[in-house]
């Protein structure tokens, strides 16, 4: 589950705004199986804006070394996996540095 | 509660036991323990499991199990709680022994989980995350580990070689341990030189996934005295949850249902943490360890670290931790690890831990963990 913020019930539906900051990071050697292209990829917990914590990859960096804790991300949506060649492929949420806007 | 003593227990060695299915290694681990009570038969049978239907394309393992080690009949329940199946399944035949329902339980942990390997292990060995809100982003409980360690290392400015001792104290156990998967000791600096499996965790963190089976039979503590010489009494049964996902907990760092069971177990026992004698950890991780003795009462918030650098935790030390090497050491046959706690922890109660022995044990504490603290369950022995 993701759990919502203060005062919102669960169970329904909540838009969040997206934006957040790192709260850990690890660099994944040994993936699970239907994630083995991506690898070694960052999985991070996100403490959103409203207090929320997610799980999620961090993207669009070479490696770890460009992150920290403490980061400003903001999500961004991509594919997590594909189930083989002829399956489904899932798209979702990954994270990415806040980028300076011009 | 009525008082449920352990009369009977046995182990298999834990490490690669490919030649061996579920049924083998659980019938040798079985006829060990009715060897050890002096008992042909018991009413029921309680199997800790966590693979069976996965990694073994088996479930159903209660009936299979108790058929194939001569005890067709018996009334047999599986149970899944992850790594803490084995801890669960225990819980689970202490209850039916105090309950005054059934009269002779056998408690059994067994796992193969090397029948896997590489990708396929690693997806398997996840199922027992949020597969909605975790798994979908490729997330491992290793990686889990390493989330809260990098946090952990972050917020209290601990380096990394400050939880090498955890690993080297359990190889200098595991090494005594003729029943262990890997028997070589651990040289001081190795730790931090160890490849990684998702950084900060590393392979001499992280415990090795294993096949093992381990048995401990339970009855009534009246009906104890009369069956076996030394009987070890069960002081405490108590189990807590938390959130399976970790990122929903209001405190990641702090292990909510090891602080719930363990304040149980010791209100149960009428016991402080002063009065155990050795703390068989769930110590799949060292941040576990560390994270385990915070939460359970032993060290300060963000001092758990401590207990390993100071080396408190050796056999000879103030609080022994994972006495035969535990799951980094011993192996961790995940499902199995909980009964494999319970053996270790009734031959260091009986004086019979050999090279292992923690001198004059009295009390024993164990924990079983699944997924990173989202299950807990904690018991505590007593020597008569």
């Known amino acids: 589950m993701t759990t919502a913020p203060k005062g919102v019930d669960n169970r329904e539906g909540y838009q969040f705004a997206g934006t957040g900051e790192i709260f850990s990071y690890t660099t994944v050697q040994e993936p699970p199986e239907g994630y083995e292209e991506q690898a070694p990829y960052i999985l991070a917990l996100i403490k959103l804006d409203e207090g929320t914590m997610v799980t999620a990859q961090i993207t669009d960096v070479v490696d770890a070394s460009e992150i920290a804790i403490g980061d400003r991300v903001e999500m961004v949506t991509r594919k997590l996996t594909a189930e083989g060649e002829r399956g489904m492929i899932v798209y979702g949420y990954k994270f990415r540095k806040v980028l300076e806007r011009l | 509660m009525t008082p449920t003593a352990i009369v009977g227990i046995g182990q298999t060695p834990v490490g690669e036991h490919w030649e061996s299915g579920l049924r083998d290694l659980a019938r040798e681990a079985i006829r060990a323990a009715l060897d050890d009570a002096g008992l042909e038969r018991v009413d029921a049978v309680y199997v800790g499991n966590a693979f069976g239907a996965t990694i073994s394309s088996q479930s159903q393992l209660g009936a299979l199990i108790a058929d194939f080690a001569g005890l067709k009949g018996a009334e047999t329940f599986t149970i899944e709680a ?6 669960a399944a ?14 002779t339980v056998l408690v059994l942990g067994v796992e193969k989980s090397t029948d896997t390997v590489g990708t396929a292990r690693t997806k398997a060995r996840s199922v027992s995350l949020d597969a909605d809100y975790e798994s979908i982003h490729g997330m491992t409980p290793t990686a889990q580990a390493a989330l809260l360690m990098r946090r952990y290392m972050h917020e209290y400015g601990v380096e990394l070689s400050a939880f090498e001792n955890f690993s080297i104290n359990a190889h200098a156990n595991g090494a005594k341990n003729s029943n262990a998967m890997y028997r070589n000791t651990l040289k001081p600096g190795a730790f931090g030189k160890a490849p990684m499996i998702a950084d900060p965790v590393s392979l001499f963190d992280s415990a090795p996934d294993a096949d093992g089976a381990a048995a401990v039979i339970i009855t009534r503590a009246d009906r104890a005295a009369d069956l076996v010489p030394q009987p070890i009494h069960v002081l405490a049964s108590t189990a807590a949850s938390d959130t ?3 990122h929903d907990r209001e405190d990641p760092l702090w292990l909510r249902a090891v602080e719930r069971s363990t304040l149980a177990a010791f209100a149960q026992a009428g016991i402080s943490a002063g009065d155990v004698n050795l703390f068989e950890v769930h110590d799949a991780f060292t941040i576990l360890s560390a994270l385990s003795l915070e939460a359970a009462g032993f060290a300060d918030r963000g001092h758990g670290w401590e207990w390993a650098t100071t080396n408190q935790i050796g056999l000879t030390g103030k609080l022994p931790l994972s006495t035969f ?6 192996g961790n046959p995940v499902g199995a690890a ?19 022995q ?9 924990q079983s963990l699944g997924g990173l603290g989202s299950t807990a369950f904690t018991h505590i022995f007593q020597r008569a």
């Open chain 2, 358 to 366: 923690v001198q004059n044990a009295q009390t024993a504490l164990i």
């Open chain 2, 244 to 246: 399976l996902a970790l």
């Open chain 2, 90 to 103: 225990l819980r689970a035949g202490i209850l039916a022994a105090a309950s005054g329902m059934v009269e």
């Open chain 2, 338 to 356: 909980g009964v494999y706690q319970a053996v270790e922890a009734v031959l260091q109660l009986r004086g019979a831990a050999g090279a292992n």
């Open chain 2, 82 to 87: 992850a790594e803490a199946s084995g801890g």
């Open chain 2, 325 to 330: 090497g535990g799951l980094k050491s011993r």
